[in-house]
């Protein structure tokens, strides 16, 4: 169950929000939460999940590059130091607003990879491509793409997430039969990219995820967990969308 807070919480709200958080999750064996916080704010929910193996800390972005000139950029290697378990690759809003293609998607996975963590690729139409019936083509080949230049998929953990572009932060949600026929899509692909290991591959569902409708999308086949942005930013309706 992945909290992806954006450009949302910094260091002093995430230490209050972890806070508020914690208190109310204990350990949960069936789950792993994840949390996704700014850069900045990596440090604060470190310290907030020190003793929690449960808990999870991952970043929203990283260059591909170890080191060097890159303005702005974090490297895989920093975000490890910092804690960081997991990397999300090709967000749609990375996609879409900042521009990333394929092409970068696939260099930031090999860097992941590289590094030793683990990346969580998200893949999704938008809605003219789902309303020209490309759903399904335009996420295989951002699933292939995206991982096209790791080399030890058959025995690296990685994560996908389908986010359909038309559902995250518009409050539209898929239909659970929808994103679990997309799931299944990214099962079959993923067996071809990852062998056996594609079994347990955690495929999660994220876009206008909310305590309402996150019990009806976990009970659907083929989907293992939520990746939510909007209903993350408040902890009680976070603390019902972990524990659905
Ligand atoms: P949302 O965002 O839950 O606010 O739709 C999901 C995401 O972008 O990961």
Redesign the pocket.
Known sequence: MAA?W?MNNGPTSAREFMQAFLDQYPRQNDRTVLFFPPALSLAAVASAIADRRDILLGVQNVYWADQGAFTGELSVGMARDAGARVVLVG???RRHVFGETDQQTALKCAAVERGGLIPLLCVGEVLDERDAGDAESVVVRQLHAGFAQMTQLATRDVMVAY?PVW????GRTATPEDASAMHSVIRRELKSLCGDRARVTPILY????NPGNAPTLMASPDIDGL?????SLDASSWLAVARS
Do not use: R
């Open positions: 992806n954006k967000h749609s809003e986010e559902a995250i932060g518009t994220g876009g206008s995820v990746l939510v942005g909007g209903a």
